[in-house]
């Protein structure tokens, strides 16, 4: 399972409403307030399960993911110091846990026979060019991260999560130039997975 990351900068105009709430929630969370931990958790329920909802052409595995992503927050808001946008940070976690979820959901079917209402759930990839892109993207990343693991932090960091190269290469404690060509390996791979 990927880790949860320290903390993002915003990307530039990526305030919304109710920001400026969540992320003052999100500081007193981070310095131990419960109840701000609570509320915080209560607001960014809704954003958490749309965002999965997303990735995941399931809505119980996207509950699934939202269930661990927040428990995510829950166990690690203390490595949210503030200094960029909670948002930010909190999309990374969702985007794993996701990944998370769907690696989780593959073993699990390669475990155990289906049960009946799986057998009989559609296959996305038939139904929906949406759901089946969905699929696809999480299978390229899973791919990407067994073959090349050092490419998929700047690929979910710059092209999921919208951050700037030099955040990245600051997270990553990497050069600029080496976080360009990683990203660039990485959408090469990526595009490759999606097209086969």
Known sequence: MTDVPEEPAAPQGAASPGSDRIDTLARAAAAGDDAALNDLLAL???EVLRRTGKML???EDAEEAAQDALLQVARRIGSFEGRSSFRTWLYVVVTNAARQ???DLKRRAGEQPLTVEEQIRPDPRRTSVIAGSRIDLLEALESLESSHP???LPFVYRDL???EYEEIANRL??????V???LNQARQEVRKRLTR
Request: proline residues 12%; positive net charge; hydrophobic residues 30%.
């Open 161 to 163: 999560a919208d951050l």
């Open 101 to 103: 979820t769907y690696r």
């Open 57 to 59: 052409p399931h809505r």
């Open 150 to 152: 050092q490419l998929i």
């Open 44 to 46: 960014i329920q809704p």
């Open 180 to 182: 360009k060509s990683r």
């Open 173 to 178: 404690d990497l050069p600029l130039g080496t």
